[in-house]
């Protein structure tokens, strides 16, 4: 499976210590529409979903989003893959998939009022990142059931890069996988693992703001991104780290 995170911009106030471009929370470059339509209409085919993504995308003028949501479903389905930090702007017939990683992000209590607030169906993403494995993971799950419109929730892995390595081994994941598949309670959204946990292959890619293709590599375990060409898309492959890969599962 490929994936693209179309990066519409670095900026973002959040600045969260395990962002990947925390360096990059001030660029306020932002992607042009033209280049991504150019883009698009030579490589969307190679890629199995597409995210809009950041940085965080909301900060953008409403026209932007819509100009940038519209290439890419002229080309593709996809998923609004940010935060939104304001509601000014809703696209309907879209479904958000918002980062939330509890004590894991500044702001916090912001993010879960504009949560329990949000106007449409949304999916969470949760990064399990050393702070998060702190709660349990019914507690976990339990607090998500207290959102009205939430539809799922995605558990994906941490890992380390320049800014943050902490170490996570396969048991830990291990163990916290099991007892959410293990859970006995009665949910209103569903739950899944991010597909890497289970060794299938996912090889993600990104489209900077500047234009540029990159793929996601891990360089003795440390997540970077490597400018390639787009005839090398599908070809370059993502070698995640073991710890990642629970083939027991």
């Given amino acids: 499976m490929n ?7 670095y ?7 395990f962002c990947y471009y925390k360096d990059k929370c001030s660029d306020n470059a932002v992607l042009d529409v033209k280049i ?3 883009f698009l209409n030579k490589n969307a085919s190679k890629f199995n979903k597409i995210y809009i993504s950041g940085g965080e995308p909301s900060l953008l003028p409403q026209s932007y989003i819509e100009q ?3 290439t890419v479903t002229n080309y593709s389905n996809t ?4 935060f939104p930090i304001s509601n000014s702007f809703i696209l309907p017939g879209v479904t958000y998939n918002i980062s939330y990683d509890f004590i894991a992000r500044p702001r916090v209590r912001e993010s879960w009022i504009k949560l329990l607030d949000f106007p449409q169906p949304f999916n969470v993403t949760v ?3 050393p702070l998060v494995f702190k709660y349990y993971p019914n507690k976990i799950l339990q607090t998500f059931n207290m959102l009205k419109n939430i539809k799922q929730v995605e ?3 941490y890992f380390k890069h320049a800014f943050s390595q902490f170490e996570i081994k396969s048991s830990d994941y291990r163990r916290f996988i099991e007892c959410v598949e293990e859970s006995k309670l009665n949910l209103n959204y569903q739950v899944k693992f991010d597909d890497i946990f289970y060794g299938r292959e996912v090889n993600e890619y990104t489209l900077s703001p500047g234009g540029k293709v990159n793929a996601v590599q891990f360089l003795k375990d440390i997540r970077v991104e490597t400018e390639i060409s787009e005839n090398e898309i599908g070809e370059i492959k993502t070698n995640y780290p073991d710890n990642i890969l629970i083939w027991e599962i």
């Avoid at 998923?79 to 940010?82: D, L």
């Fill in 36 to 38: 991504l339509d150019k």
């Fill in 68 to 70: 940038v949501y519209k």
């Fill in 155 to 157: 558990f994906k892995p």
């Fill in 3 to 9: 994936i693209l995170s179309i990066i519409t911009t």
């Fill in 79 to 82: 998923e609004i893959k940010a």
């Fill in 11 to 17: 900026s973002c106030p959040f600045k969260c210590p």
């Fill in 127 to 129: 990064t399990l990142s």
